[in-house]
């Protein structure tokens, strides 16, 4: 998606904390009706999840984008241009796929046409099936599975 202006983006979810990049980038997956933004999420943030997660917490893997509501309920995230941040419209993606792994993490992976996909880890193998209903509800032509 080419460098947006100044927009806060209407989400309907976000997942959360993902990695890439064998671990070393954290990310939340904001999902907005239009668009997919990967949001970077800062180290203490991430430990702090998986800290929370570790304890057992129901709801450490969330981030505040998907809590936070406006007075009118609405969640949005205001997008200020940042280039570190990964903006998919879904008119130039290919598919968004969940894939079961044996081994370790499942995955999510965005795809715009004719590019190699972003892939990110779910950190909690246990949310997998949560975000397969969101996804398959919120992108239906879009969305696919593998190894389930």
Not at 140 to 147: A, D, R, S, V
């Amino acid at each position: 998606m080419p460098d947006q202006p100044q927009r806060g983006w209407k989400l309907v979810d976000a997942i959360g904390p993902v990695f890439s990049d064998f671990g070393l980038k954290n990310w939340d997956l904001c999902l907005a009706p239009e668009a997919v933004i990967a949001c970077p999420r800062s180290l203490w943030l991430t430990i702090k999840a998986g800290i929370l997660a570790g304890l057992g917490k129901s709801g450490a893997m969330q981030r505040v984008w998907a809590d936070a509501a406006g007075p009118s309920g609405e969640r949005v995230l205001q997008d200020e241009g940042d280039p570190r941040w990964r903006r998919y419209a879904l008119s130039e993606l290919e598919s968004i796929m969940v894939r079961r792994s044996n081994g370790g993490a499942n995955e999510i992976r965005v795809k715009r046409r004719g590019a190699k996909p972003h892939i990110y880890g779910l950190g909690d193998r246990d949310q997998t099936d949560k975000w397969r209903t969101v996804l398959r509800r919120l992108y239906p032509g879009l969305y696919c599975e593998k190894n389930f």
